[in-house]
C-alpha cells in the first residue's frame, strides 16, 4: 500500500513539473513578446510627439 501512494507521489511530481516547466517556457515567450509590444509602442508615441 505505502509503495502504491509513493508511486502515485512521484506520478503527481513529475505532472507538477512538467506543468510548471510548461507554464514558465510559456510565461518567458509571453514576457519576451511583451519587450517587443513595448519596444514598439514606444517607437510610435516617440513618431506622434514629432
Known amino acids: 500500500m505505502s509503495e ?7 506520478d503527481e511530481q513529475a505532472k507538477a513539473q ?3 516547466a510548461r507554464w514558465r517556457k510559456e510565461e518567458t515567450l ?3 513578446d ?3 509590444e513595448k519596444a514598439s509602442a514606444e517607437a510610435e508615441n516617440s513618431d506622434d510627439k514629432a
Do not use: I, T, V
Open 4 to 10: 502504491q501512494s509513493k508511486e502515485k507521489k512521484a
Open 18 to 20: 512538467n506543468l510548471f
Open 30 to 32: 509571453y514576457k519576451e
Open 34 to 36: 511583451e519587450k517587443e
